[in-house]
Nanobody
């Protein structure tokens, strides 16, 4: 069984930055692509970014140039650096282990002045 634990969410003003972390417990973390999703009230869950085991990342258009995914396989951790945050980035952010389809509990990100 795999457990994913996200952290790093919070309240930030527009234009600010946050870094989310997701630690994987009990898995062969290094072999899987990891993804970040977000969901805001009344909207479907949206895939924001993913990063392969080798570190290649892709992004949804709305966050390109502002968000950066990275991973530290030695720490079984994936990160999402979020810069120039906008109110429309407000959501609960989840990490996902692609393939086995494990999910974390989510971390709230609120962008507001």
């Amino acid at each position: 069984q795999v457990r994913l634990v996200e952290s790093g969410g919070g309240l930030v003003q527009p234009g600010g930055s946050l870094r989310l972390s997701c630690v994987a417990f009990g898995s062969s973390f290094t072999i899987y692509t990891m993804a970040w999703y977000r969901q805001s009230p009344g909207k479907e869950r949206e895939r924001v970014a993913d990063i392969t085991s080798g570190g290649y990342a892709t992004y949804v258009d709305s966050v390109k140039g502002r968000f950066a995914a990275s991973r530290d396989n030695a720490k079984s951790t994936v990160y999402l650096q979020m810069n120039n945050l906008k109110p429309e980035d407000t959501a609960v952010y989840y990490c996902n282990m692609v393939g086995p389809d494990y999910w974390g509990q989510g971390t709230q990100v609120t962008v507001s002045s």
